[in-house]
């Protein structure tokens, strides 16, 4: 069961969340990333072998 939230801890949360949202903001607008801790991009997960590799593998393979 989760305990009462009082209403100062509920003002810190939202003044908290309101000064991430700026900073979250203000780095799309300058281009620079902001870090979030455990959110990792599939696309940073994914890391792909460029296709002149693979071209590479597959000539490789015939020249057997």
């Given at each position: 069961m989760q305990r009462k939230i009082s209403k100062e801890e509920i003002e810190r949360n939202n003044?908290?969340?309101k000064i991430r949202s700026r900073t979250a903001k203000a780095a799309r607008r300058?281009?620079?990333p902001v870090k979030r801790e455990g959110k990792v991009s599939k696309s940073m997960v994914k890391t792909?072998?460029?296709r002149s590799q693979k071209k590479l593998a597959t000539i490789r393979k015939q020249r057997r």
């Open positions: 003044k908290n969340q300058s281009g620079k792909k072998t460029p």
